[in-house]
């Protein structure tokens, strides 16, 4: 287990892999390790980090550090602390609004944005989210797929807290202001099933700057590296070859690749 | 928790096997060449042994050889992992005294599959 101090407390992560570094954050429900196939498909090219944000996993829990702007300073310490200049950012439902907002805040750290499951609004969040126990919504988000496990263990040992105020914090941003203001590359990814965030209309998306691609998942629900784990690893692999700056407009899901041990 | 012993001169695939055996719950060990393995598996003690056969100092095959004349763990069960379509090197691997091959390429899924199921014969 890897783990840095910030501000005296406790962060945990896991790494794989050489490369240009990519960030991996976790929803609501589990921790860094439902990204570990993501990493495994990912970690031959990329030197893959996943964070358990403030209040889940093995991180620290003290109800202060939960706001929004809280775990994208963590974000930025983080990668100060490792020495990471800029990355690749991953995030997934609580991630991807962490995501999106560190790339608002730091654009200059930030070389390619991935984020599934991304709540366009308050609005946009189902209203369950913010009222049923964790492990109840781990059963409820979560399908039956063999990779879904790593979730569903993981989900009691957050703090309830960290949910709800990553909640309170998405009522007052406007994310899709902040997806506004964004300039780097960026594939937002949604399940076509998914139960937890509704995905943007066409004209919102539509209405999104040039550098934003949106791809739908048929078959997926609100995780669909899980559901879908082969097409969803091709498709970031893909997004992480494009010359940085490129759009990614031209991305299609693709037949589905596995990567294997040579 | 069941320990073993990987022994795999390439750098990145030894990390990504380290990681995913881990994240399965194993401990593991990692060393990067036979010799280095040789050496470590008299001190560990591990529950099965995963070898690449072509590494330097010494390869999978000389390794496997001396750990079949140490008492403590000649009974250890050695698994090569091995090159698809190099068949000479599986009949090789099996007369020096391997349990099993895994052929590359496999994915890490399939990794830890694998070594449930022996594990699970050895009753851990």
Same mark, same amino acid.
């Given at each position: 287990?890897?783990?840095?101090? %910030?501000?005296?407390?406790?962060?945990?992560?896991e790494?794989l892999?050489?490369?240009?570094?990519?960030?991996? %954050?976790?929803?609501?429900?589990?921790?860094w390790r439902y990204w570990v196939p993501?990493m495994q498909?990912?970690? +031959?090219?990329?030197?893959?980090?996943a964070?358990?944000?403030?209040?889940?996993?093995?991180?620290?829990?003290?109800?202060?550090?939960?706001?929004?702007?809280?775990?994208?300073?963590? %974000?930025?310490?983080?990668?100060?602390? *490792?020495?990471?200049?800029?990355?690749? *950012?991953?995030?997934?439902?609580?991630?991807?609004?962490?995501?999106? @907002?560190?790339?608002?805040?730091?654009?200059?750290?930030?070389?390619?944005?991935?984020?599934?499951?991304?709540?366009?609004?308050?609005?946009?969040?189902?209203?369950?989210?913010?009222?049923?126990?964790?492990?109840?919504?781990?059963?409820?988000?979560?399908?039956?797929?063999?990779?879904?496990?790593s979730?569903?263990?993981?989900?009691?040992?957050?703090?309830?807290?960290?949910?709800?105020?990553? *909640?309170?914090? %998405?009522?007052?941003?406007?994310?899709?202001?902040?997806?506004?203001?964004?300039?780097?590359?960026?594939? +937002?990814?949604?399940?076509?099933?998914?139960?937890?965030?509704?995905?943007?209309?066409?004209?919102?998306?539509?209405?999104?700057?040039?550098?934003?691609? @949106?791809?739908?998942?048929?078959?997926?629900?609100?995780?669909?590296?899980?559901?879908?784990?082969?097409?969803?690893?091709?498709?970031?692999?893909?997004?992480?070859?494009?010359? @940085?700056?490129?759009?990614?407009?031209?991305?299609?899901?693709?037949?589905?690749?596995?990567?294997?041990?040579? | /928790?069941?320990?073993?012993?990987?022994? !795999?001169?390439?750098?990145?695939?030894?990390?990504l096997i380290m990681f995913t055996l881990k994240f399965a719950g194993y401990?593991v $060990?990692?060393?990067?060449?036979?010799?280095?393995?040789?050496?470590?598996?008299?001190? !560990?003690?591990?529950?099965?042994?995963? /070898?690449?056969?072509? /590494?330097?100092?010494?390869?999978?095959? !000389?390794?496997? $050889?001396? /750990?079949?004349?140490?008492?403590? $763990?000649?009974?250890?069960?050695?698994?090569?992992?091995?090159?698809?379509?190099?068949?000479?090197?599986?009949?090789? =691997?099996?007369?020096?005294?391997?349990?099993?091959?895994?052929?590359?390429?496999?994915?890490p899924?399939?990794?830890t599959?694998?070594?449930?199921?022996?594990?699970?014969?050895? =009753?851990?």
């Amino acid at each position: 287990m890897s783990v840095v101090t %910030l501000d005296g407390e406790i962060l945990h992560y896991e790494v794989l892999g050489r490369g240009r570094p990519l960030i991996f %954050l976790h929803g609501w429900v589990g921790s860094w390790r439902y990204w570990v196939p993501t990493m495994q498909a990912a970690s +031959m090219g990329y030197r893959a980090y996943a964070l358990d944000m403030w209040g889940f996993g093995e991180s620290a829990k003290r109800i202060s550090m939960y706001a929004l702007e809280n775990q994208v300073a963590m %974000l930025d310490q983080f990668m100060d602390q *490792l020495g990471i200049a800029k990355i690749a *950012l991953i995030g997934h439902g609580l991630g991807a609004l962490v995501a999106l @907002s560190f790339a608002a805040r730091f654009p200059r750290l930030v070389d390619r944005l991935m984020v599934s499951s991304l709540p366009l609004g308050a609005g946009m969040v189902n209203a369950r989210l913010k009222t049923s126990p964790l492990p109840e919504l781990a059963e409820w988000m979560l399908g039956r797929a063999p990779g879904t496990d790593s979730a569903r263990v993981e989900a009691p040992k957050a703090d309830p807290q960290a949910v709800a105020a990553s *909640l309170e914090s %998405l009522q007052l941003i406007n994310s899709l202001d902040v997806a506004q203001g964004i300039v780097t590359p960026c594939l +937002m990814v949604f399940g076509q099933n998914d139960l937890v965030v509704q995905a943007p209309a066409q004209d919102v998306l539509a209405g999104l700057p040039e550098q934003f691609h @949106s791809i739908f998942f048929e078959q997926a629900g609100h995780f669909p590296m899980l559901d879908d784990p082969n097409k969803f690893n091709r498709l970031l692999n893909d997004f992480l070859a494009l010359p @940085s700056g490129d759009s990614p407009r031209q991305l299609q899901l693709k037949e589905e690749w596995k990567r294997r041990v040579r | /928790m069941a320990k073993i012993l990987i022994a !795999e001169d390439e750098r990145d695939i030894r990390d990504l096997i380290m990681f995913t055996l881990k994240f399965a719950g194993y401990e593991v $060990i990692a060393t990067a060449n036979g010799e280095e393995a040789y050496l470590r598996a008299q001190v !560990e003690i591990p529950d099965l042994i995963l /070898m690449d056969v072509r /590494m330097p100092k010494m390869t999978g095959y !000389e390794a496997c $050889i001396k /750990m079949k004349e140490i008492d403590a $763990i000649k009974n250890i069960p050695v698994v090569f992992l091995s090159a698809k379509g190099q068949d000479s090197e599986v009949q090789t =691997g099996l007369r020096v005294g391997a349990a099993e091959y895994i052929l590359k390429p496999f994915s890490p899924d399939q990794l830890t599959e694998k070594v449930r199921e022996l594990l699970k014969k050895q =009753g851990k």
